[in-house]
Nanobody, 124 residues
C-alpha cells in the first residue's frame, strides 16, 4: 500500500529551524521525483521544493538559501530542513510523489500520492 507520512512540524519563533520528515511506504522513493508543498491560510497550495530521482533539487524563490531538501534512500525518507524561518512560512506542509523522475514543475496533477500534511507555525 502506497503511503506518505509527514512529521516534524511545530511552533517555532522567527529565525528558528525545523526539520520535516516524510516517510514513504509501498514504493522506493528514489525512483521518483518527490517534493514538498505548502498551503498557508487563505492561499493556494504552492510547490516549495523538489528532488529528482537523480538527486537534482529545485526550490521556490522565497525559500532559496533557507530550505534544503534531501532524502535518505536507505530509510526511504524525504526531509526538508528549514532554517531562518519567517512568519510567512506558516503553512501546512505536504510531501508528494511526482509521476516522473524529474522535477520540471509543481503541477499538482503530476503528483500522484500525497501525505496528510504537518503544521508549521512561525510566530513570536
Amino acid at each position: 500500500q502506497l503511503q506518505l507520512v509527514e512529521s516534524g512540524g511545530g511552533l517555532v519563533q522567527p529565525g528558528g529551524s525545523l526539520r520535516l520528515s516524510c516517510t514513504a511506504s509501498g514504493f522506493t522513493l528514489d525512483y521518483y521525483a518527490v517534493g514538498w508543498f505548502r498551503q498557508a491560510p487563505g492561499k493556494e497550495r504552492e510547490g516549495v521544493s523538489c528532488i529528482s530521482g537523480g538527486g537534482i533539487t529545485r526550490y521556490v524563490d522565497s525559500v532559496k538559501g533557507r530550505f534544503t531538501i534531501s532524502r535518505d534512500n536507505a530509510k526511504n525518507t524525504l526531509y526538508l530542513q528549514m532554517n531562518s524561518l519567517k512568519p510567512e512560512d506558516t503553512a501546512i506542509y505536504y510531501c508528494a510523489r511526482r509521476r516522473y523522475s524529474t522535477c520540471s514543475g509543481y503541477n499538482e496533477g503530476q503528483y500522484d500520492s500525497w501525505g496528510q500534511g504537518t503544521q508549521v507555525t512561525v510566530s513570536s
